[in-house]
């Protein structure tokens, strides 16, 4: 199992675009060819993908190819007077696959990779209803902050 970051668009990047984001977000749709290689081409924000490197069985029994983008990070960058910082966003597992260890990978990626452009700080957000993110995050070395968050 592997963590890749995303240098390139890809028609397997945007079918994996297609298959994420309905389990990230109800609201949201799917990325096209178009959006998908907008996202990949920002300088401040980083695509990671988590690939499987042997086949391996879904939870509903189907074998899943070796090579497959099982779940992807977004790891948003920028500069303010006090430093560098990074934001983690849009952390999705495919439901099927979850519980390999996919999520923990991501994170750890995309923490080594901000701590190498120089960012001063890694946040991210997660509802407090999300039980099995909120533990991936203590347990990646994120502590929960006493802050107000405002929309």
């Not at 959006?35 to 042997?54: C, E, G, M, N, P």
């Not at 099927?96 to 190498?116: D, F, I, N, S, Y």
């Not at 890694?122 to 929960?144: I, K, M």
Request: hydrophobic share 45%.
């Amino acid at each position: 199992m592997s963590v890749e970051l995303i240098e390139q668009s890809s028609p397997e990047l945007v079918a994996a675009m297609e298959r994420l984001i309905p389990q990230l977000s109800r609201s949201a749709k799917p990325l096209t060819a178009q959006q998908t290689q907008a996202l990949v081409d920002q300088d401040s924000v980083y695509l990671f993908v988590f690939r499987t490197d042997k086949p391996v069985i879904a939870a509903d029994g189907n074998e899943v190819e070796a090579g497959t983008i099982l779940g992807m990070l977004s790891l948003a960058t920028f500069a303010i007077p006090t430093g560098v910082r990074a934001w983690v966003e849009d952390v999705v597992v495919d439901a099927g696959t979850r519980g390999m260890g996919a999520g923990q990978q991501l994170v750890e990626a995309a923490v080594a990779h901000a701590q190498k452009i120089g960012a001063r700080t890694v946040d991210l957000t997660s509802r407090p209803s999300r039980e099995a993110a909120n533990r991936l995050y203590r347990r990646c070395g994120f502590e929960l902050r006493e802050t107000n968050v405002y929309r």
